[in-house]
T-cell receptor
Framework: AQSVTQPDIHITVSEGASLELRCNYS??????LFWYVQSPGQGLQLLLK??????LVQGIKGFEAEFKRSQSSFNLRKPSVHWSDAAEYFC???????????FGKGTKLSVIP | DAGVTQSPTHLIKTRGQQVTLRCSPK?????VSWYQQALGQGPQFIFQ???????QRGNFPDRFSGHQFPNYSSELNVNALLLGDSALYLC????????????FGPGTRLTVT
């Protein structure tokens, strides 16, 4: 079965500091991978996606993620965090031939001014 | 360009009742998926509709059913409500020829008392 692991439940960073949110997936074939963000009272917003090709993908709001097949990882990064980035972040996986998205449990990001 | 819309925003029902939630997909999208997000958890896939048929189903009982209309909008029906059905119900739309990139609505918050 497909699964996605986000090992960090809650991360706190200072505004202006760099950020890395970890994600590991388990699936044999090359997956489709996504990062979504969910702010309080708002729906899920797609930050970025990886389907194939270049393993470093750029997204909205200055986020990027790197796909590492050897480590089964797809970590999300941002060089300088803004207070408005405080939210819940979900790593999401979709296997080839499957229509469902499988979500990790999420990482809550808090930003200290 | 309107995004995914859902109605109602909030709903309170009594155990044993039935509920219908509605979703209109993003313009140009022909596929609708439904997810259940319990408090503090990532969304769980319920099912996906394409061409007015259920194309894939997650691990949810038959009490959960759906429908897709010719204009691609969709309904989620839940019968014999249980307290454990209290959750945020998210609708996502996508284009079937895309790489399962799904766009989410704001959700319907269902409370079962």
């Amino acid at each position: 079965a497909q699964s996605v692991t986000q090992p960090d439940i809650h991360i706190t960073v200072s505004e202006g500091a760099s950020l890395e949110l970890r994600c590991n997936y388990s699936y044999g074939a090359t997956p489709y991978l996504f990062w979504y963000v969910q702010s309080p009272g708002q729906g899920l917003q797609l930050l970025l996606k990886y389907f194939s090709g270049d393993t470093l993908v750029q997204g909205i709001k200055g986020f990027e993620a790197e796909f590492k097949r050897s480590q089964s990882s797809f970590n999300l990064r941002k060089p300088s965090v803004h207070w408005s980035d405080a939210a819940e972040y979900f790593c999401v996986h979709s296997g080839a031939g499957s229509y469902q998205l499988t979500f990790g449990k999420g990482t809550k990001l808090s930003v200290i001014p | 360009d309107a995004g995914v819309t859902q109605s109602p925003t909030h709903l309170i029902k009594t155990r044993g009742q039935q509920v219908t939630l509605r979703c209109s997909p993003k313009s140009g999208h022909d596929t609708v998926s439904w997810y259940q997000q319990a408090l503090g958890q990532g969304p769980q896939f319920i099912f996906q509709y394409y061409e007015e048929e259920e194309r894939q189903r997650g691990n949810f009982p038959d009490r959960f059913s759906g429908h897709q209309f010719p204009n691609y909008s969709s309904e989620l029906n839940v019968n014999a409500l249980l307290l454990g059905d209290s959750a945020l119900y998210l609708c996502a739309s996508s284009w079937t020829s895309g790489s399962n990139e799904q766009y989410f609505g704001p959700g319907t918050r269902l409370t079962v008392t």
